[in-house]
Nanobody, 121 residues
Framework: QVQLVESGGGLVRPGESLALSCAAS?????????????MKWFRQVPGKDRELVAE????????MYADSVKGRFTISRDNDKDTLSLQMNSLKVEDTAVYYC?????????WGPGTQVTVSS
């Protein structure tokens, strides 16, 4: 069974940095290959829809960012370790949310449980 697990969230002050990680397990057992799938980071604030934050292509050659995080966040992946990362710099109060990693295979959607990021002075 494929599982995604995020880590690295926490409480930081505005202007500080956090590095999130997402570890994918069970890929090989399930017959999947991590590098076959573009990966995404989403975030969600209570009462609002989940928002796409960043996306990375299969081999990391292409990335896309929401305008709200462009220039501050960097998405990356390590296909040898089946991990996805999100480096978040110059954090703002409005970046406070639960952050999720995600990929889709055909009509199957894989989400992690999320990690809380709180930015507060």
């Amino acid at each position: 069974q494929v599982q995604l697990v995020e880590s690295g969230g926490g409480l930081v002050r505005p202007g500080e940095s956090l590095a999130l990680s997402c570890a994918a397990s069970g890929m090989e057992v399930s017959g999947l290959v991590f590098s076959d799938y573009p990966m995404k980071w989403f975030r969600q604030v209570p009462g609002k829809d989940r928002e796409l934050v960043a996306e990375i292509s299969r081999f990391g050659t292409k990335t896309m960012y929401a305008d709200s995080v462009k220039g501050r966040f960097t998405i990356s992946r390590d296909n040898d370790k089946d991990t996805l990362s999100l480096q978040m710099n110059s954090l703002k109060v409005e970046d406070t949310a639960v952050y999720y990693c995600y990929f889709r295979r055909l009509d199957e959607h894989y989400w992690g449980p999320g990690t809380q990021v709180t930015v507060s002075s």
